[in-house]
């Protein structure tokens, strides 16, 4: 039943590790997306894929760096953590351009770098 | 460049009260997007509603109602007769067509308290 997917729910990491999250959707959609939700509750646009292909990808570290297998699946994998990137991290995905533009979120990843 | 301004950072009413969140949107795309999104204390995005630019219908959705105003640029949500149930952060977005920018702008919050 579930819609949009994300693990693990929670990530408690050292400072200088890499991580991984991972981004299933069953919901049949084209476009996938990963944000950024900080302490403020500020959410902001990170990549975009679109049939696997890397549409929108904004002012981000290049310690971040999506990958999506297939278009029902998009990771994002995190090199050298650091303290800023404690965050919840939101996937979503939509149908994708010129169709319904809902986008339907994960239930979030809660990371947190000590 | 899109903008989403949220100007109430917290609301705070007693249940049974009709509370109004503002939004207010800037856009240089003939053809947008809007959205409401509710995020509980649970913390998931909960979709509300989307409206179209070229759509300026108000909405009723049983206690909820969205007023969308393309000459103010706004796009206003109502929750009549709140419950405590309503708690939660709410998050008003945009996102463009012609631009290609599908990502979502989203406004900062409204927290919304509802008293017992």
């Known amino acids: 039943d579930t819609a949009v997917s994300q693990t693990p729910k929670y990530l408690v990491t050292q400072m200088g590790n890499d991580k991984s999250i991972k981004c299933e959707q069953n919901?049949?959609?084209?476009?996938m997306y990963w944000y950024k939700q900080d302490s403020k509750k500020f959410l902001k646009i990170m990549f975009s894929?679109?049939?696997?292909?890397?549409?929108i990808n904004e002012t981000v570290p290049n310690r971040f760096s999506p990958k999506s297998p297939d278009k029902a699946h998009l990771n994002l994998h995190i090199n050298s953590l650091e303290l800023g990137d404690s965050a919840v991290y939101f996937c979503?995905?939509?149908?994708?351009?010129?169709?319904?533009?809902?986008?339907?979120f994960g239930p979030g990843t809660r990371l947190l770098v000590l | 460049a899109q903008k989403v301004t949220q100007a109430q950072t917290e609301i705070s009413v007693v249940e049974k009260e009709d509370v109004t969140l503002d939004c207010v949107y800037e856009?240089?795309?003939?053809?947008?997007?809007l959205f409401w999104y509710k995020q509980p204390p649970s913390g998931e995005l909960v979709f509300l509603i989307r409206?179209?630019?070229?759509?300026?219908q108000n909405e009723i959705s049983g206690r909820y109602s969205w007023n969308f105003q393309k000459s103010t640029s706004s796009f206003n949500f109502t929750i009549t007769a709140s419950q405590v149930v309503d708690s939660a952060v709410y998050f008003c977005?945009?996102?463009?067509?012609?631009?290609?920018?599908?990502?979502?702008?989203f406004g900062s919050g409204t927290r919304l308290q509802v008293q017992p």
């Open positions: 979503a995905s939509s149908l994708g351009p010129g169709k319904q533009e809902t986008q339907y």
């Open positions: 919901l049949g959609h084209d476009t």
């Open positions: 894929y679109n049939n696997k292909e890397l549409i």
């Open positions: 856009t240089r795309d003939t053809t947008y997007y």
């Open positions: 409206r179209n630019s070229f759509d300026e």
């Open positions: 977005a945009l996102s463009e067509r012609n631009t290609g920018r599908r990502a979502l702008t």
